[in-house]
């Protein structure tokens, strides 16, 4: 039997959670709240005009905000909901419904590798965990060898940060920079939350 994500679950659980999920964004962003921090970050951490990949990009806030700094975003995510709501309100990126697991967008007509890529909103701890690695080294397989990745998650949601950056690493990751928080917090031991900014393992693309 095929292990189903966290997110999948809630989703099957409560038929109406992706929407209610598009909605309360829509209104914290109608209310003026700030949901770009994490978009900042990437933002600092790229050149300009550079192709960005937001991995599991939900109904699309962070990547939006990339795209109105000029950069060329692509935004996957398994839930058609969430990409339907991506594509009514932040028209210009380019939206797929996909698995992070069976990531292949070269298959889809994007065979150019990203300068960055984004994974925001706990996305690795929705993941099922016989996927987390694959999806990881899907991740640095559609990155280019320069470019760089930034993946955050809290604790408390089954999956250690060891674990992960050990992961990472199996998948051809090493990190550049820990932080605690996409405020550039620094990371440490009672961190309850992570920021992993890595940089591809040279020759460890596959």
Do not use: K
């Not at 039997?1 to 598009?22: K, L, T």
């Not at 990531?103 to 065979?111: H, K, Q, R, T, V």
């Not at 470019?147 to 940060?161: K, L, Q």
């Not at 998948?171 to 591809?200: E, K």
Request: negative net charge; hydrophobic residues 45%; glycine residues 10%.
């Amino acid at each position: 039997m095929v292990e189903q994500s966290a997110w999948a679950q809630m989703s099957q659980d409560d038929p109406d959670h992706s929407a209610a999920y598009v909605e309360r964004f829509r209104t914290m962003a109608a209310q003026g709240a700030d949901l770009a921090g994490e978009a900042r970050l990437v933002d600092a951490l790229l050149p300009r005009r550079a192709r960005v990949l937001d991995a599991g990009c939900g109904p699309g806030r962070v990547g939006a905000f990339l795209a109105d700094a000029g950069h060329q975003v692509v935004g996957v995510d398994a839930d058609p909901v969430l990409i339907e709501a991506a594509e009514a309100d932040h028209p210009g990126p380019r939206w797929f419904v996909g698995d992070l697991a069976e990531l292949d967008l070269p298959a889809l007509g994007i065979p150019e590798r990203f300068d960055g890529i984004v994974c925001a909103g706990n996305v690795m701890a929705f993941l099922a965990a016989s996927t987390r690695r694959e999806v990881l080294r899907r991740l640095r397989g559609h990155l280019r060898d320069d470019g760089r990745a930034a993946i955050g998650f809290g604790a408390g949601r089954g999956y250690p940060f060891d674990e992960f950056l050990t992961d990472a690493e199996a998948a051809g990751l090493a990190p550049d920079l820990l932080l605690s928080t996409w405020d550039l917090r620094p990371f440490g031991p009672d961190a309850d939350f992570l920021v992993a900014v890595l940089r591809p393992i040279p020759g460890r693309d596959r």
